[in-house]
């Protein structure tokens, strides 16, 4: 019984050794994509930076370290992307606002229905604006939580 203990207690450290040894290499082409979509974020190219850090997370499940900093890059692309859906998204809700405040509500003693229209897309652009003002703050909460972590 001593000598299966034995070698079960041997392979079980000759497993580990493998384990650390394979994970090691794994971390340099994982950097390198990390690299990539940080490039790529630099670019503003969001989507192809968030698909190369998912394909990161996929193929390099032993990578640890890198993906840790995956994770923050990752959260920066989304608020990147948020951020500039505001900035693109309040011009256009200021113009409908303006529009709006400058229609009559009645009419020639009628009911003016483009009025009510307007009112009604403003309101929906607003709540989409809501939205997307609440996704900027989430991950900037998230980084900061994410970066107390580590």
């Known amino acids: 019984m001593k000598k299966n203990a034995r070698l079960y207690l041997l392979l079980a450290v000759a497993a580990m050794f493998s384990c650390t040894a394979k994970d090691e290499p794994a971390d340099a082409p994982a950097a390198a994509m990390l690299s990539e979509a940080r490039t790529l974020l630099e670019q503003k190219d969001y989507s192809a930076a968030r698909d190369t850090i998912l394909s990161l997370r996929q193929r390099y499940p032993q ?6 900093a995956a994770i923050l890059t990752l959260d920066s692309v989304e608020l990147l992307e948020a951020r500039d859906s505001v900035a693109a998204y309040e011009p256009q809700l200021n113009a409908a606002r303006d529009a709006f405040h400058q229609m009559p509500p009645r009419l020639n003693g009628k009911t003016n229905d483009a009025y009510y229209e307007q009112q009604r897309l403003v309101m929906a ?8 003002c609440a996704k900027v703050k989430f991950f900037l909460r998230k980084i900061d939580i994410d970066k107390h972590a580590n």
């Open 63 to 68: 990578a640890l370290e890198v993906r840790r």
């Open 125 to 132: 652009m607003d709540q989409r604006y809501d939205e997307l």
